[in-house]
C-alpha cells in the first residue's frame, strides 16, 4: 500500500545517510510529521525502528569466533554445562559456593529481617525481570524487534532501553556474539551476554538488573564474573579482550555504568582462578 511504500522509502532514505547525528535529526518526532503519514499502531512502529536507525548504522556482526553448543543441569543443586563430552561448573556456581563468611552473613541477615517468603517473592521477580530483560536486549541484538515488542510498556523493556540508548548506542560497533557460552578447559564454563568491540576495545559485556543503585564496593561479583569470561575467552580463542562492561538499570530506570580494563581486569581474573581453587 503506500504507506508501506512511504515507510520503505523513508527508511531507505535514513539508511543511505552516513551520520548519525544527521539520522537522529531526520528522525525526530516533529520532522517525522512533516511526512503526512497517518498515525497509526503500524506508522508508530514504523517510527520507532527510525529512532532505532543510528545504532544499526554503526554496528555490526562479526561471527568471527565459533561457540560451542551446550546444555545446562544441575548436580548436587549446582548448576553445570555440559559440553565437549566434559561436565564444568558455571560461574556463578563457583562464585556463589566460595562467597566470604561475611557476604554469606549478610544474605542470611537479610532473609531473617524481611522473611523466607518475602525473600524468595523478591529473587523470583528478579529473576524474571532479568530474564525479560536480557530477552529484548538480545533481541535487539539480533534486529529482531518487532511491533508486539516494541509497544510492549512492561517494566523490564523500559529497563532493556535505557541500556540499549544509554550503555549501547553508538559505543557497541562489533558484536562476536549474544548469549554465547563460553569455558575455561576443564575449570568452568558460563554464558556471556555479549562479546565485542566496545568503544574501540575487545569487551566482554554484561547487563545486569537492580532494585536499587549499586556501588562499585558492592559489586565485586559482577567484576569477577567479567574476568572468568575474558580469561576464558583469551585461553580458547586467542583473543585481546583488555575490558569488561558492566551496563545496568534499576526498576526506577537508573542506568549505571561500570568498567574495568587493562591491570585491574587481570586482577580479578586471577582472583577468579583463586576462587576456583577453592570450590
Not at 7 to 13: E, P
Not at 102 to 124: P, T, Y
Not at 169 to 175: A, F, R, S, V
Request: aromatic residues 10%; hydrophobic residues 35%; positive net charge.
Amino acid at each position: 500500500d503506500n504507506f508501506g511504500r512511504d515507510a520503505r522509502s523513508i527508511m531507505n532514505t535514513l539508511g543511505n545517510i552516513k551520520d548519525p547525528e544527521q539520522v537522529e535529526i531526520a528522525s525526530k518526532d516533529e520532522n517525522v510529521e512533516k511526512l503526512n503519514i497517518p498515525v497509526s499502531k503500524q506508522a508508530k512502529y514504523w517510527f520507532k525502528l527510525f529512532l532505532n536507525r543510528p545504532i544499526n548504522i554503526l554496528m555490526k556482526w562479526n561471527t568471527k569466533f565459533s561457540y560451542p553448543k551446550s546444555t545446562r543441569s544441575l548436580i548436587k543443586g549446582s548448576r553445570h554445562y555440559s559440553l565437549n563430552g566434559s561436565s564444568l561448573p558455571s560461574v556463578t556456581t563457583i562464585l556463589s559456593a566460595t562467597k566470604s563468611e561475611e557476604d554469606k552473613a549478610a544474605l542470611l541477615a537479610w532473609k531473617h529481617r524481611v522473611g523466607n517468603v518475602v525473600a524468595d517473592r523478591i529473587k523470583k521477580e528478579a529473576s524474571a525481570r532479568g530474564t525479560s530483560m536480557h530477552s529484548y536486549i538480545e533481541k535487539f541484538l539480533y534486529g529482531k524487534l518487532n511491533q508486539e515488542l516494541l509497544e510492549d510498556e512492561n517494566k523490564s523493556r523500559k529497563m532493556a532501553e535505557e541500556i540499549i540508548d544509554k550503555g549501547l548506542k553508538n559505543k557497541l560497533l562489533e558484536i562476536w556474539g549474544s548469549e554465547s557460552t563460553i569455558y575455561y578447559p576443564g575449570k568452568y564454563a558460563g554464558t556471556a551476554d555479549c562479546i565485542g568491540v566496545y568503544e574501540g576495545k575487545e569487551t566482554i559485556l554484561d547487563f545486569k538488573q537492580s532494585n536499587k543503585p549499586k556501588k562499585e564496593d558492592y559489586i565485586e561479583d559482577y567484576f569477577l564474573q567479567i574476568g572468568a569470561y575474558s580469561l576464558a575467552h583469551n585461553t580458547v580463542y586467542n583473543s585481546n579482550i583488555t575490558q569488561g562492561v558492566i551496563l545496568l538499570c534499576t526498576v526506577d530506570r537508573l542506568f549505571q555504568n561500570f568498567k574495568i580494563e587493562g591491570n585491574e581486569l587481570i586482577n580479578f581474573q586471577n582472583k577468579f582462578l583463586e576462587r576456583v581453587e577453592k570450590f
